[in-house]
């Protein structure tokens, strides 16, 4: 995956180069790391154990700093300062999405539901908004998105295109039904791998996480010592009118007629956004191509060389 270039002062074992490599991605997104967090998301080709992890973390000392108990590069210590600013901010909105979560869950058509993006690693600040990941019953994709639609505008936590203030809003930029768990498959790279792999369950049916997980087991090709995340399941909330109005949609005539009539309306608006049968993925800007851009550019500029 990495090589050094002939410099000598360059650091060439497995280990510290995964580690480097692993900073300098949560770089890009002026975002330290706790020791626990730098092992679980290990950007490496191979397997390295635990011993020669915390060996290599003591040997390159002139690149990192540690500080409270993160890590970060040298020069770049404000961002410690920041991340420990936003830890009741990580909180707040952490509650905000298990609340709407279970407002979400009576609904049939959804299998599971998880927190993505920067809150599901941490990164968030006062004005951002929540994204989460909805999947949804084979054929009942574009129902889901209509009733979870509806009672995000009930609860006055749908984000809408082009809003400005998006600040705890709710932002489902990723729906895809079961039979879609490997739609990241031609996406294979660190940037997907890193979104997958830290994904926080909230709710789940028919052992949809696990499922979803199995189907993108190459993530281990980035990240070897990646594993399930810890889960903060919510409960459902009963709803007697919500359940008997999501029981007389989820059916394929609704779901033929709400599809016809979501891509219609999707397809006027579209720029990058997927939108297809079994798949709606809402990401007008592409970060995937940009930070792998600027992973590749911050290994050149530290003296390596990689072929991500």
Known sequence: MVRFSNKKDIHDT???????????????????????ELWDFLISERKISRGEFMNSLQTIQKEIVEKDGFYCLKSREAIIKKRKENFWEVDAK??????????????????????????????????????LIIITKKNMLFVGRFLIILLLQLLGARRFR???????????????????????????????????????????????????????????????????????YVKEDKEIFLSVLCRIMCNSFFEIILRVLQMTWMNRHRTRETVKNHVLAFHPKDYRVKTNKQLRLKMQQLGLLTKF
């Open 14 to 36: 497995p280990a510290q180069i995964a580690i480097l490599t692993t900073i300098l991605y949560s770089d890009i997104f002026s975002f330290p790391l706790t020791r626990d």
């Open 94 to 131: 952490m509650k905000r999405a298990r609340f709407v979560a279970g407002k979400l869950a009576p609904i049939p058509s959804i299998l599971f539901i998880g927190i993505s993006g920067g809150l599901a690693s941490g990164n968030v600040s006062a004005k951002d908004d929540i994204d």
């Open 162 to 232: 082009n809003q400005k203030n998006t600040a705890d809003t709710i932002c489902v930029n990723l729906l895809f039904d079961e039979t879609a768990l490997d739609f990241f498959a031609d996406k294979q790279d660190i940037y997907t791998a890193r979104e997958i792999a830290q994904i926080i369950p909230l709710f789940e049916r028919e052992s949809t996480y696990q499922r979803f997980i199995h189907a993108n087991e190459w993530i281990h090709k980035f990240l070897p010592n990646v594993g399930s995340q810890k889960t903060h």
